[in-house]
């Protein structure tokens, strides 16, 4: 199976930036499409963003629109997250996950594997 691992998750003030990073073992990194998801305190887990394999197609929720860039570097097996313009309703556990379809989907349970998560925290 894969096994993805977050890293990169902190505190940052409203307006900062944070890259997160999802480190992929143990399958074919780039069979798969990945996926960001997150999920704040008392909320349930809602979808991020999504890029397809080989990096074709990438997908993003609305409120990140804009300030959030997903990529994936294959030779490394790992996907990153760029947000920028942070806001403080950002604030949630961010989870990577793997899905083992050419295109991504949106909702958690079309995701075959996931990360543990990293805690991302914006102050206002």
Not at 14 to 31: D, E, H
Not at 50 to 66: E, F, L, T
């Amino acid at each position: 199976q894969l096994q993805p691992v977050e890293s990169g998750g902190g505190l940052v003030q409203a307006g900062g930036s944070l890259r997160l990073s999802c480190a992929a073992s143990g399958r074919t990194f780039s069979n798969y499409a990945m996926g960001w998801f997150r999920q704040a305190s008392g909320k349930e887990r809602e979808f991020v963003a999504a890029i397809s394999r080989s990096a074709a197609r990438v997908y993003y929720a609305d409120s990140v629109k804009g300030r959030f860039t997903i990529s994936r570097d294959d030779a490394k097996n790992t996907m990153y997250l760029q947000m920028n313009s942070l806001k403080p309703e950002d604030t949630a556990v961010y989870y990577c996950a793997a899905d083992r379809r050419l295109v991504p989907g949106s909702l958690d349970h079309e995701y075959d594997y996931w990360g543990q998560g990293t805690q991302v925290t914006v102050s206002s």
